[in-house]
């Protein structure tokens, strides 16, 4: 899906750049407003690394408005918005939250986890599968070293004072700041009750024996506006109340946009390499990997046909160089093209180099994890420039005569089937070794 939007994209901002000499009219706006539009909202909705930047600022606005309108996305977004959603069992919870219910706890900072367990009033929480209480005591935690750790301990009937939280609701978004606790709408906090500090989960993760889930702590700062200290009740269970009413989980547009877009950047930038534990899929700017070596499994490796690969590669450099030996000509009075064919040589190469490179520098710098996937966009802009670089040198070229390119057309196809067929057996699969 990544790659057909960001090839859709590209197709239709070249539509666009095609009717440049008639802005606004018909034409340019389909394919501006809506084609260009949509597609970039469904590739950023794919993936947050296939946004396309525009120059222009009006154009930008346009675009980001039609972008904003598409896509849902719910996989880390709050509880409220999630209950809109068709095919989920949140309408079914009882509104009220009482003593003795069962519920889950998320944490409503971008990209909130889930405390599975299960005012102003002293609780305690206990974990239903094991009896265990939530607990913290004055132990470091494990990431977040200025935090105390959070853990289960004692059961129903065995226990001490460290079990305790005191419930502090900030808001609600229906109901104002009562004295009720509310299914999926009130915000609230977990103080400990002996220690002072709040029931805190934000973006440190666990190492691989935490199952890399994020780590909950107890904060010693009292930090009113950390979002991340901020909890609500998404489900809920009690045969003594009523369902409850949809009418009251109804979630803003815009904010459920926003807290989507930032949750994925979120999650996006906790994805980074665990040294505990070796990830054979994972793949590095400079050594492309995915391939499964076990005895007894079909060993493949995702590889290209080396005409593709190191042919747009090498193209890259040899567009930079004409380029270069291009301008130096035209400084000393050569003109080589007209100039239409010198803007359409420009933008070709200019479109191809620069969103290969937005593709793949990235990459070199941050610390997340990346697999081949990742770099799939940087090879289709790659190939771009080679077909850019062959049509300039070859076949859009006056030395060479119609039998020639033929005949280097022909060379080309044959050598791409040829290395296709030559490695198949390692692209596709293979079997019995």
């Not at 999630?82 to 009220?96: S, V």
């Not at 780590?215 to 003594?240: G, P």
């Amino acid at each position: 899906m990544l790659l057909f939007f960001t090839f859709l994209t590209v197709f239709c901002l070249i539509e666009v750049y095609n009717e440049q000499f008639e802005p606004f009219s018909f034409a340019w706006c389909v394919w501006l407003l809506v084609f260009a539009g949509i597609s970039i909202g469904c590739v950023t909705n794919v993936k947050i690394i296939g946004l396309v930047v525009k120059a222009l600022a009006a154009r930008v606005v346009s675009l980001i408005v039609v972008s904003v309108l598409s896509g849902p996305g719910d996989s880390q977004m709050i509880s409220l918005f999630q209950a809109n959603l068709e095919g989920d069992d949140f309408r079914k919870n009882p509104h009220d939250v009482a003593f003795g219910s069962s519920v889950t706890l998320k944490n409503t900072g971008w990209g909130g986890g889930l405390l599975h367990s299960h005012d102003g009033d002293t609780i305690r929480l206990s974990h239903v599968p094991t009896s265990r209480n939530l607990h913290s005591h004055t132990v470091t935690a494990t990431v977040s070293k200025l935090n105390y750790e959070v853990s289960g301990y004692g059961n129903l009937a065995v226990g001490d004072n460290h079990d305790y939280w005191q419930v502090e609701i900030v808001g609600d978004t229906k109901m104002g700041s009562v004295g009720q606790v509310h299914t999926l709408t009130t915000r609230m906090r977990f103080k400990h009750v002996a220690l002072g500090c709040y029931l805190r989960a934000a973006n440190a993760v666990l190492p691989q024996w935490g199952f890399k889930q994020i780590e909950v702590s107890c904060d010693k700062e009292n930090n009113k506006k950390d979002a991340h200290t901020y909890w609500n009740v998404e489900s809920h269970w009690n045969d003594r109340l009523p369902a409850g009413d949809m009418k009251l989980y109804k979630s803003p547009f815009l904010c459920d946009f926003w807290h989507l877009n930032v949750a994925m950047m979120t999650s996006n930038n906790a994805l980074i390499p665990d040294p505990d534990k070796e990830d054979i899929l994972a793949s590095k700017p400079f050594g492309l990997r995915m391939c499964g070596w076990g005895d007894n499994q079909i060993k493949h490796y995702i590889m290209g046909a080396p005409v593709v690969w190191w042919g747009s590669t090498i193209s890259l450099g040899v567009a930079l160089l004409t380029f270069a030996v291009y301008i130096l000509r035209w400084q000393r009075k050569y003109n080589d093209m007209d100039a239409r064919e010198w803007d359409h040589f420009l933008y070709v190469g200019k479109t191809a180099f620069f969103e290969w490179a937005f593709h793949y520098v990235p990459f070199l710098i941050i610390g997340r994890v990346t697999y081949l996937h990742h770099y799939l966009p940087t090879l289709y802009f790659a190939v771009l420039m080679f077909g850019h670089v062959l049509d300039h040198f070859t076949f859009s070229s006056r030395r060479f005569s119609t039998r020639t390119k033929a005949t280097a057309f022909g060379v080309l196809v044959s050598d791409l089937a040829a290395t296709f067929w030559w490695f198949s057996g390692v692209a596709l699969g293979i079997d019995g070794l």
